[in-house]
């Protein structure tokens, strides 16, 4: 017994082929279900990651948009503006940076034809987006605010005639941006100027036509004030400024975390570019008006979104007319379409002052139609 331990240990058994086969197979097999194990955790925490950035960066919008609507609101009192123009002019602008400066950086510094087109996608992806989604929002809050009581009942409080000429100003520059991407001539780039002095006759229009100056007494105290009755202007200016730098922040946090996570779910690039990052660049006029509906102000958050869709049918559609050739494809074209269908029912609508609450939310429908079109356009 003891002579064969000795033989055992002195000459350990030869594996068979086999054998040694074998054990390398398993070897690698582990470690390949490790390698798979660990890539699967870390696909998990990455995609934890987006949704918290998703979520976190959607509520400091929000917040911020509480602040900024709260200090755009003291800014048009300083200058006696009414609920209107402070919709449509101070805080549609404001809010409308975000997703100019998309356009801009996209035409401007965009090296490629590829980077260009998301400009011109930027440019056509927010009216469409706030002629539809954002008035339903709207309409849902309100709905929602009210309990739906006044389901089929005439009840916005608004200047409907004066939200029908805004929707026809938007047609009209609307047809011709859609118009000039079918054709292709020379000095099309010099029509970029008439977009811009188009939307400079708006404000004109605006300032000169509006209402009655907000009353103190229907203001919220300045959240950087709360106990000052009647703050300066630089105060106000303060709050609002650093709201909004806020809000372009987080904006560009957002649109990066949606576009992540429609790459996540299969969505291709077009599928993003026209249907996701949109919607996260005008975010904050949706935010907007769900804090002025939640406020009793549906009058300021219409004109914030009306104000909007002129700033993105003239400041934007500029930028890509003068340095892209501005020639819309076929999913372009009809996002132009469906925009023109949605403002043509708003503008009938509002025309004879008969916007309901179900009306203003079926805006929505428009959008979810666009969304079936381009699923079917991109994966058919």
């Not at 805080?91 to 490629?112: D, I, N, Q, R, W």
């Not at 409080?157 to 118009?179: E, H, P, T």
């Amino acid at each position: 017994m003891a002579r064969t331990a000795f033989m055992q240990a002195a000459c350990p058994r030869m594996e068979q082929p086999g054998e040694t086969f074998g054990r390398i197979a398993f070897t690698l097999a582990g470690r390949a279900a490790m390698s798979r194990h660990g890539y699967l955790l870390v696909r998990l925490a990455y995609m934890l990651l987006t949704l918290f950035l998703f979520f976190l960066s959607a509520a400091v919008i929000y917040f911020a948009c509480e602040f900024f609507v709260n200090g755009v609101e003291w800014v048009g009192h300083r200058f006696q503006l009414g609920a209107t123009a402070t919709g449509t002019v101070l805080a549609a602008f404001g809010t409308a940076l975000p997703e100019s400066a998309v356009t801009f950086m996209a035409v401007v510094f965009g090296t490629s034809p590829e980077q260009k087109d998301i400009g011109v996608g930027a440019a056509m992806g927010g009216p469409l987006v706030l002629a539809t989604l954002a008035y339903a929002v709207v309409g849902l809050a309100l709905w929602r605010r009210r309990n739906g009581q006044a389901a089929g009942v005439p009840c916005i409080n608004a200047d409907q005639q004066r939200l029908a000429r805004d929707q026809a100003w938007f047609m009209g520059i609307f047809v011709a941006k859609v118009g000039l991407g079918l054709l292709a001539f020379a000095w099309k780039p010099w029509l970029g100027l008439l977009f811009l002095g188009t939307y400079a006759l708006y404000v004109k229009r605006e300032l000169s036509r509006d209402d009655e100056c907000l009353d103190c007494e229907d203001l919220e105290p300045l959240k950087l004030r709360p106990r000052d009755e009647d703050p300066s202007m630089g105060w106000a200016v303060t709050q609002t400024v650093l709201a909004l730098l806020v809000i372009a922040g987080a904006s560009r946090v957002f649109v990066n975390q949606i576009e992540l996570l429609g790459v996540a779910m299969g969505a291709s690039p077009h599928v993003a570019a026209l249907l996701l990052a949109p919607v996260a660049t005008e975010l904050p006029e949706i935010m907007n008006a769900l804090i002025w509906v939640r406020q009793g102000k549906e009058r300021l958050a219409l004109a914030n979104i009306s104000g909007a869709m002129m700033i993105q049918a003239t400041i934007p559609s500029a930028l890509g007319i003068f340095l892209t050739p501005w020639l819309l494809d076929g999913p372009l074209l009809t996002a132009g379409f469906v925009t023109m269908f949605s403002i043509g029912m708003l503008w009938l609508r509002f025309r004879r002052a008969g916007m309901s609450v179900p009306a203003l939310s079926a805006a929505g429908g428009f959008y979810a139609l666009f969304a079936v079109y381009l699923g079917w356009h991109f994966h058919a």
